[in-house]
């Protein structure tokens, strides 16, 4: 974004995901006046809502939602959920002889051990 420039992000068109109107298309975001919305807007550029599935903006609109915006500035909230890795340090763990580094294998190996 800082390359672009402050005109560029004008003009990219942000809608409110998290707020779909009757006819299917999504508002502007921001408010006007007294306006009341049903939930706490998650805003993006139209361009990458419309190539969001339904089930990333449920998960973006969620995370918006879980951050609890109290506070005189909105908390930012990824529009995708990063892609993972295991973060913290590896457990090491033994299940029927089979050294497990993550415990989360143990499913895995309950069938075969």
Known sequence: MAEKGLR????????DIANKKKDGSYPKCGRSGGE???NYPKCVPAAKARGMT???????VARKQAKSNTGPKPSRARTFASKGGYIGSA???????VKL?????VKYYKGMI
């Open 101 to 105: 580094s993550n415990p989360s294998y």
């Open 8 to 15: 560029a992000w004008v003009k990219e068109n942000w809608v």
């Open 36 to 38: 009341k919305r049903k």
């Open 91 to 97: 457990i090491k763990t033994e299940y029927g002889g």
């Open 54 to 60: 339904k089930g990333q903006k449920r998960g973006a």
